[in-house]
């Protein structure tokens, strides 16, 4: 089963940061946070990932909180393009089994 | 990053028949997988291709239902065998080396079985 809860779906306005977050309460001390998103009719697409501190790449921002039990995901600037499902997985090794929770739809309108 | 090609990207079958779905990686790859996308539903593990040696299943998948071959380290195949219209899905392949962190997926086989 899947170590993490997600919201259903959210809405973000373009150009505005999107924030999603993400529970993972049970995670353990060598698991990492991944986050994935899939747009319409596409493989998945690898985001970001961190361990315990903060981490931003080229996509997005990950913020994992002190205790590791929640984290959020912040794309700055959405657009209409970053329209998707995100899902946040947690993964003890690089080439452990994703295993995908339900994930968050979000959508971007104009 | 990796390339993976998966074939065919789309059939129809018919009820009773099988179909193998191929996923071919530019580049030798330590671990294989196969999910299943069922319509408007999350990715589920079907099981870990594993190279020289039989397949690891997920619960609630076999392998008379689901084969899987992994003849070399860039090539695996999954077969989807006596088919029902509850096997139509998308099914992806992924791929992960050591020298990579983040897994790489194919662009799935939409299957319809009619």
């Known amino acids: 089963d899947a170590k993490t809860t997600q919201p259903t779906s959210m809405d973000c306005a373009e150009g505005r940061a999107a924030n999603l977050p993400c529970n993972h309460s049970?995670?353990?001390?060598?698991?990492?946070v991944y986050w994935y998103r899939q747009i319409h009719s596409q493989g998945p697409q690898y985001i970001i990932h961190g361990l315990k501190n903060n981490e931003t790449n080229e996509m997005a921002s990950l913020i994992i909180t002190e205790d590791r039990k929640s984290s959020t995901l912040i794309l700055p600037h959405a657009t209409l393009r970053d329209t998707a499902v995100y899902y946040c997985i947690v993964r003890a090794h690089n080439t452990d089994k994703l295993i995908f929770g339900t994930g968050t739809r979000l959508q971007v309108f104009p | 990053s990796a390339v993976i090609s998966q074939k065919p990207s789309r059939d129809i079958c018919q009820r009773g028949t099988s179909l193998t779905i191929q996923c071919q990686v530019d580049s030798q790859v330590t671990m294989m997988f196969w999910y299943r996308q069922q319509p408007g539903q999350s990715l589920t593990l079907i099981a870990t291709?594993?190279?020289?040696?039989?397949?690891?299943?997920e619960s609630g998948f076999v392998i008379d239902k689901f084969p899987i071959s992994r003849p070399n380290l860039t090539f695996s195949t999954l077969t989807v065998s006596n088919m029902s219209p509850e096997d139509s899905s998308i099914y992806l392949c992924s791929v992960d080396r050591p020298t990579n962190t983040e897994a790489f997926f194919g662009q799935g086989t939409r299957l319809t079985v009619v």
């Open positions: 291709a594993n190279q020289g040696s039989e397949a690891t299943y």
């Open positions: 049970t995670i353990s001390g060598n698991e990492y």
